[in-house]
């Protein structure tokens, strides 16, 4: 399974950027999707997650209300809307592959295939 993120760019605080994910190598609509983003010096943390008829989320606290993700079966492809983006949103932002989908995972551990990430900076 690949897993091809972009869209990561420069903003100013309360701007907003749509990150993509292209996935290829398995079957899309039969894989749960995650985004995460890793800080530098910090863990690498949850942010949202689509299960994979993409009716149900969840959202880390810290982005709900501003970051919407959604999936296209069709285009096997997974995003994150992100609105209102704060300076505290700089990170790598990574998307992941759950092939074993069973309920709405926020932990890297039930992830099995990641992208490259892709560099998210909000200046202030």
């Known amino acids: 399974v690949q897993l091809q993120a972009s869209g990561g760019g420069l903003v100013q605080a309360g701007e907003s950027l749509r990150l993509s994910c292209a996935v290829s190598?398995?079957?899309?609509?039969?894989?749960?999707m995650g985004w995460f983003r890793q800080a530098p010096g910090k863990e690498r943390e949850f942010v949202a997650t689509?299960?994979?008829?993409?009716?149900?989320?969840k959202y880390a606290d810290s982005v709900k209300g501003r970051f919407t993700i959604s999936r296209d079966n069709r285009e096997h492809t997974v995003y994150l809307q992100m609105n209102s983006l704060k300076p505290e949103d700089t990170a790598i932002y990574y998307c992941?592959?759950?092939?074993?989908?069973?309920?709405?995972?926020?932990?890297?551990?039930?992830?099995?295939?990641w992208g490259q990430g892709t560099q998210v900076t909000v200046s202030s």
């Open positions: 992941a592959a759950d092939v074993q989908p069973y309920g709405l995972r926020t932990s890297t551990d039930g992830y099995d295939y």
């Open positions: 190598g398995h079957t899309f609509r039969t894989v749960g």
């Open positions: 689509i299960n994979t008829a993409g009716l149900g989320t």
